[in-house]
């Protein structure tokens, strides 16, 4: 079965710092791998996703994440964070072939003071 | 356009009661899956369907629960003899597909927080 796991639950930063949120998955197939963000008050949004390809996937917002397949991770980035960046932040997989179901991990809080 | 939508908002029963929580999904999208959502946890899958068929319903709890998609588009899940472990965020997603392809995305609704006394 696939697992998920997010390294930091809560995750407290100064505007301006950089950022990254470890995601670490267990599975013997191929996978698609997710970023999603929740900010506070609003529903789960698409951050990122890696399907194939360049392993280092940009998406909205200056985020960006690096697919390393030997150590089954896909590490969340931002070279420097602003204060609406507050939110839950969610990593998630899907296995390619099979159950479109996605497993998440249980999602890294982070907030950014001003 | 419009994205996916869930109702109630919020739910509040009492323990043994019925419930029904509806899903609204993205017009044109033949996929959509039901996650359930506890407190500091991420979401967890419950039931997918391709069109009005259940394609994988692995991730309901037990026979209490049940979900339907009668015409291929608003889905129902039912909950019988509610219990406190009930009580959780339930979320709906739907995607172009299903087929997991590089645009084949999840899009979430807001949830139906349910309270279960």
């Known amino acids: 079965a696939q697992s998920v796991s997010q390294h930091n639950h809560h995750v407290i930063l100064s505007e301006a710092a950089s950022l990254e949120l470890g995601c670490n998955y267990s599975y013997g197939g191929t996978v698609n791998l997710f970023w999603y963000v929740q900010y506070p008050g609003q529903h789960l949004q698409l951050l990122l996703k890696?399907?194939?390809?360049?392993?280092l996937v940009k998406g909205i917002k200056g985020f960006e994440a690096e697919f390393i397949k030997s150590k089954f991770s896909f590490n969340l980035r931002k070279p420097s964070v602003q204060w609406s960046d507050t939110a839950e932040y969610f990593c998630?997989?899907?296995?390619?072939?099979?159950?479109?179901?996605?497993?998440f991990g249980q999602g890294t809080r982070l907030t950014i003071n001003p | 356009g419009a994205g996916v939508s869930q109702t109630p908002s919020n739910k509040v029963t009492e323990k043994g009661k019925y419930v029904e929580l509806r899903c609204d999904p993205i017009s044109g999208h033949t996929a959509l899956y039901w996650y359930r959502q506890s407190l500091g946890q991420g979401p967890e899958f419950l039931i997918y369907f391709q069109g009005t068929g259940a394609a994988d319903d692995s991730g309901l709890p037990n026979d209490r629960f049940f979900a339907v998609r009668p015409e291929g588009s608003v889905s129902t899940l039912k909950i019988q003899r509610t219990e406190r472990g009930d009580s959780a965020v339930y979320l709906c997603?739907?995607?172009?597909?299903?087929?997991?392809?590089?645009?084949?995305?999840?899009?979430f609704g807001p949830g139906t927080r349910l309270t279960v006394l």
């Open positions: 890696y399907f194939s390809g360049d392993p």
């Open positions: 998630a997989v899907n296995a390619v072939q099979g159950a479109q179901k996605l497993v």
């Open positions: 997603a739907s995607s172009l597909m299903g087929a997991g392809g590089p645009t084949d995305t999840q899009y």
